[in-house]
């Protein structure tokens, strides 16, 4: 299974969240999300945020409620 799905996915609670700090000027998250995404597969110690369930406060429309069709 590890073989086939990656372990980190790109979601839209950290999108948004990049987007909100690159907005304040701070690109370091839009940088940490980048190189965890360019190996989705690999184990990365100290990235392990990245391949948590999305928070509670995520599960709201046009965050993680977002389908093909919106």
Do not use: H, T
Not at 30 to 49: A, W
Not at 53 to 66: H, S
């Amino acid at each position: 299974m590890d073989a086939v799905n990656p372990k980190y996915i790109l979601r839209n609670y950290l999108c948004q969240s990049a987007i909100d700090a690159a907005e304040q000027g701070d690109f370091d998250e839009i940088r940490r999300l980048l190189k965890v995404m360019e190996r989705p597969y690999d184990e990365q110690p100290g990235m392990e945020k990245y391949a948590r369930l999305p928070p509670a406060w995520a599960y709201r429309p046009g965050v993680c409620m977002l389908s093909c069709s919106s």
